[in-house]
């Protein structure tokens, strides 16, 4: 009898490439298969098998405590803690043999494949030919790199692109730590599932979805990409609601991809007391720009015979965005947002975003622009054209502007030898109405800036510039009632200069510093006269941050005349632990008799202004407290408040917020607001947390709006219940209460929002 060849070295290395190569390809990774060479028999080994090196063609490197080579039937066979590796690639059992006869590889006990993408995979057994095209495994696991795990009975591969598993279970979610026979969150099983590699797709027969090992969906067929996919077109995790005034409500959007560099999202919504509402969003990306197109649309007659508003029983609204580089200097773009009433959208709650926090914006208004500006160093330039659609009811549509165009140039020198820099600011501003004023202005603001450092510390700021105006008007209200049209003129030359000295002084674990601070502004009275409309600066307020500028109006309409003095002071305590304290308080006092520039409201009607002043407290990193003010002059009341404390730590936050407006605008009705605003976010437990928002009118004695939500999270799986209550009564629009919840569950729809 012909007795085979046996080895038994010490745990020897060889060169066995097709082994391997055909347990690679059983799970899709063929592309190392490609590199596999002839096998490399025993007679063709040098004398020292044990040190035998790995070529460069992609052979692999054996490693087993027995290798015994069959020369009768030409079998291979490796024994005992079998390890063949390629790379980042190892594949591990403990009996390894390939059959070259009948090009078979078999692998049994323990057979572990460690991928170079982190996937790993189990099998009591495996049976594959060496083409790669068919294979079978017997109790096959998976653990993917996403945490993921596959469990079936057994697993065939066709064709080299297919994976057909007989009683399949997947699950994205985490075992449990305490007991890991119990099943995970939600896994979803089928009598047969198969994964297309080409197609991305996991397709399951008689599937069967189970959320805590209670089966809670069942269909004859499901399928969803496979976890690599990182989006494909298919439903998205349904919206599900309640309202008040719409009656229940339910979404069910649906994202397509069009191409590698485009989609779009559908959602039809249905309320129980309107109609069908009917949305849509297109993206699409290109190499130096994007742009963004979604609208909705109802028939409002469908359910509801008494239209609101009359006569309009179509409604919608419309959105566009677009953002491009023209090249390394400038940027174009647009914002188009548009609604058939100003109702619609707060009645509806579209075009805005819901959060996971269950709350959703509402604006006062909706603007429209196309813009395009360009950055040169320190210099800028803007064009912009507006439009805007009120959604006020006290607003009357024909009285507001269109903007076409407003543009601004900023154009700022190198800095000279004494360190100053010459400043230009020029802007152009065309608008019309089909009720009121047309107006066409041009300003520029040009002047010379010098800021200065003596060695003994003293903090020196000088300007001196000069402000230039023309106007071309139409139809502006006058003192005497007649309108006037034609054009105005103006310049207004400026001198400005402030002074700080800042001392600081060193405690025993703190260091502090006091400030003193003061600021002259000089020049003619007068300007504001009556053939020089107000567009821009119809609000302004003395503040702390505004308290020192020369020029403190916010557009170019009207501007700081006269002759005035700004005085102030503020300290700061810093810990070396990182507390922190600091507090500012200022006043500014008008030099000049004559014509006060300012407004009613804004602090600075009087020759002595009110008392702004800011105190921040940070006792830690963690916690926060501000208080902004203004206080009368005289009595010391205030005249407007704004008080805020935050507080968070990890991923629990609460805001509170108080504001006061004791005073109004009464030119524009512009009212004063008291309200108090509180926020927060807890975490209770690793996956949940809570959320809530209220807002309460003190001066109303009543509550603006609440919202709570409550979210579940973890790596799997989501669910989110908001509840808000909003008080806003317009038209239509009644007091209402919203209750939504949404559901998402890994790999099959939407997850993370």
Known sequence: MRQKPRLKPSRSAWVLAPMVGVMAGLLGTSALAQRIGPPVLFDQLPNRPDVVPVDAKGDFLLEADEVIYDRDNDIVTARGSVEISQGDRVVKADVLSYNRKRKLVTASGNVVLLEATGDTFFSDYLQISDDLSNAIMENFKALLIDNSRIVAKGVERLSGNRKVMTRAVFSPCNLCKDDPSKPPLWQLKGRQVVHDEVKKDIHYKDATLEVAGVPVFYAPYFSHPDPTVRNRSGFLVPTIGYSKNLGAVLGTPYYGIINDSSDITVEPRIYSKEAILGAAEYRQRFEHGKIRVAGSLLNDSVFDRQQVPPDLEWRGNFASEGRFDLDQHWRAGWDVARATDRTYIRRFKVGTDFTSR????????????????????????????????????EDVRDSIAR???????????????????????????????????????????????????????HVLAFSATVQADAYSLNNLPQPTGRAFSGESTRLHPQLAASW??????????????????????????????SRI???????????????????????????????????????????????????MIGQSYRLSEGTNPYPMGSGLNERQSDIVGAVTVSPGSWIDFNYRFRLDKDDGAPQREELGATIYRGRNSLSLAYINYDRRFPDIGVDSPKQAVASGQLKITEFVSAYGLLSYDLKADKLSSAGLGL??????????????????????????????????FKYLGEFGQ
């Not at 160093?377 to 805007?388: P, V």
């Open 533 to 583: 409309p107000n567009e821009d600066s119809k609000i302004v307020e003395l503040d702390d941050v505004n308290l020192f500028l020369p020029r403190r109006f916010p557009g170019r309409d009207r501007i700081d005349s006269g002759s005035r003095v700004d005085y102030g002071l503020r300290a700061q305590i810093k810990g070396d632990g990182g507390a922190s304290a600091s507090a």
């Open 358 to 393: 269950g709350r959703y914006q509402v604006s006062n208004a909706l603007t429209s622009t196309g813009f395009a500006e360009g950055f040169y160093g320190r210099s800028y330039f803007g064009l912009n054209a507006y439009s805007f659609q009120t959604l006020r009811a």
């Open 500 to 529: 700080a000295y800042p001392l600081v002084n060193r405690l025993k674990d703190a260091t502090f510093l006091i400030e003193p601070k003061v600021g002259v502004v000089a020049g003619p009275t007068g300007g504001n006269k």
């Open 403 to 457: 903007i076409h165009p407003a543009a601004v140039a900023s154009l700022v020198s190198d800095a000279d030898g004494l360190g100053g820099r010459w400043k230009l600011d020029a802007d152009f501003l065309s608008l019309s109405r089909r009720l009121g004023t047309d107006s066409t202005r041009l300003s520029t603001v040009s002047g010379y800036h010098l800021p200065m450092i003596t060695d003994g510390g």
């Open 711 to 744: 979210l579940y999270e973890d790596e799997c799986f989501a669910i989110l219940g908001s509840y808000t209550r909003d008080k806003l009564s317009d038209r239509e629009l009644r007091q209402d209460q919203t209750f939504f919840l949404r559901v998402a």
